[in-house]
């Protein structure tokens, strides 16, 4: 196990190095930052100055250095539009996108497993084929089309929720949250449902689909002429055999909806940090649209990791094929 650890260590820091090597193209490629910072009426000397002071007179390979350099300590440099730090603008929207994330991810798990296993049990009946049909208008529709939908059906025809903004925020350390007040909790409703529906069709089918292969194997067989309840050897022992692509969809899906949330942020404008990026975007604002990419990377990065690791708590069988491999070796 630990030389496997060892082994991803050193895989997710090249995959670093080159995403570093990506965000630092993004740099040299858009626009000169000197006429970016300066206003108009600096003059040449204030330019080259600053030219200077950045580095940008060094080598490519020294910049390169020195901009992993910084990286690796968190500093990307200050934000050409907001003329602030760029780490300190990301923590500020860090917590809102992370809140709406898990929020989602919990959703789509809670709500997909059970569907799943449902149209799986009774996969012949007419609430299996209207779930299985709902699940194909899921993974059609854009998320900003349901996000908007939402907003036009619980906002402005009903009036139950707010259709943006992110309601009232307390601070608890360095963490913001708005799960706290109840403002807070109903404006992260109408986001996060709009974000969890394409994942929540996708557990769903990945469900029904492992569980009708684990409905034909032996042991459920054996347990049920035992006579163990079947609910117990659907939602138990059956369940638990699915569980294995889940955790994988799900562990992908987290990096998936922190990079695209921006959708649903823009469309509720969540101050988090995807619609900071589309600021960035608009504004051509380097050192954020950066920070934004390695930030992302770095969590796909680690959720890889975490994955792979909790494939080994979930089968037993993988960690003792890891042992096994390790002896061998030895």
Not at 197 to 219: G, H, K, N, S
Not at 229 to 250: D, F, G, K, Q, Y
Not at 282 to 296: N, R, W
């Amino acid at each position: 196990m630990l030389a496997f650890l060892i082994k991803r260590t050193a895989n997710a820091f090249f995959v670093m190095l080159a995403v570093a090597f990506l965000a630092f193209l993004i740099f040299r490629s858009f626009g000169d930052p000197v006429e970016m910072m300066v206003n108009e009426q600096a003059t040449q000397e204030d330019r080259a100055a600053l030219r200077e002071r950045l580095g940008l007179n060094d080598g490519f390979l020294t910049q390169y250095v020195r901009f992993v350099t910084n990286a690796a300590q968190g500093d990307f440099g200050i934000s050409y539009r907001n003329q602030q730090d760029v780490m300190v603008l990301i923590s500020e929207r860090f917590p809102a996108t992370i809140e709406l994330v898990l929020v989602a991810t919990i959703i789509s798990l809670v709500v997909g497993m059970p569907l799943g296993v449902l149209t799986a049990v009774h996969r012949n009946s007419r609430l299996a084929n209207f779930l299985q049909l709902g699940s194909i208008v899921g993974v059609s529709l854009p998320s900003f089309v349901v996000g908007i939908l939402l907003i036009l059906a619980f906002s402005v025809s009903l009036g139950w929720l707010p259709a943006f903004g992110r309601g009232e925020t307390v601070d608890v350390g360095w963490w913001s949250t708005g799960l706290l007040t109840p403002s807070g909790r109903q404006a992260l409703i109408l986001p996060a449902i709009s974000l969890s529906t394409f994942q929540i069709t996708l557990v769903m089918r990945l469900v029904r689909a492992e569980m009708l292969e684990t409905l034909r194997t032996d042991y459920v067989k054996f347990a049920r002429a035992r006579g163990v309840p079947r609910a117990r050897v659907h939602w138990v022992h059956a369940l638990r055999n699915c569980l294995m692509p889940v955790i994988t969809l799900t562990g992908m899906q987290i990096g998936n909806l922190i990079a695209f949330a921006l959708v649903t942020e823009t469309v509720f404008q969540w101050p988090g940090m995807g619609l900071l990026f589309i600021q960035a975007v608009t504004f051509v604002d380097i050192p954020v649209m950066a920070a934004y990419l390695m930030l992302v990377s770095l969590i796909f990065v680690t959720l890889n990791t975490i994955v792979d690791v909790t494939y080994a708590w979930v089968d037993p069988r993988l960690k003792d094929d890891s042992a096994k491999a390790g002896a061998a070796n030895g």
